[in-house]
């Protein structure tokens, strides 16, 4: 994840997300951007990452391309969730939409991997609770 300080932006590391809970890599970033904020981080807590994700929705910005940080293999772009009126059924409905971007190095992850992502991605944003087990 990347956080913005004073200082310029800096790249916490949440390590083994994969082996964590939501609750758990929620509550660990949040105490992440916190130190971060208050340049108390540790080298080894900012070196070492494979993926970044870079919000920028809570400023209103609906997408932007994300620059990976090397030695990172991608980085994912989110922005704001929007309203959006979408035609179904006898007549229209508010739905809403969240466009995210990812930029990956196809020198380490290959175009439909990264394809596979997003889809995966999707699925689990539309269906929350597929991410409970």
């Known amino acids: 994840m990347a ?3 004073n200082d310029g932006l800096i ?3 949440i390590f083994d997300a994969d082996q964590k809970r939501m609750r758990d890599i ?3 970033a949040k105490e992440l951007a916190k130190r971060a904020r208050e340049r108390k981080l540790k080298p080894e807590e900012y070196t070492g990452s ?3 994700i870079s919000n920028l929705g809570m400023f209103g910005i609906d997408q932007f391309t994300a620059i990976i940080n090397p030695p990172e293999v991608g980085i994912l772009a989110v922005g704001t969730a929007t309203d ?3 035609p179904g059924g006898d007549g229209f409905t508010v739905q809403k ?3 995210v971007t990812m930029s990956c190095d196809h020198r380490a992850v290959d175009g439909a991997v990264g ?3 997003l889809r995966t991605l999707r699925r689990l944003i539309e269906n929350p609770l597929m991410l409970v087990y």
């Open 97 to 99: 939409r969240l466009r």
């Open 84 to 86: 959006v009126v979408v």
């Open 50 to 52: 494979t993926f970044s």
């Open 26 to 28: 929620s509550a660990e």
């Open 115 to 117: 394809a596979e992502f």
């Open 11 to 13: 790249v916490p590391v």
């Open 3 to 5: 956080v913005a300080t």
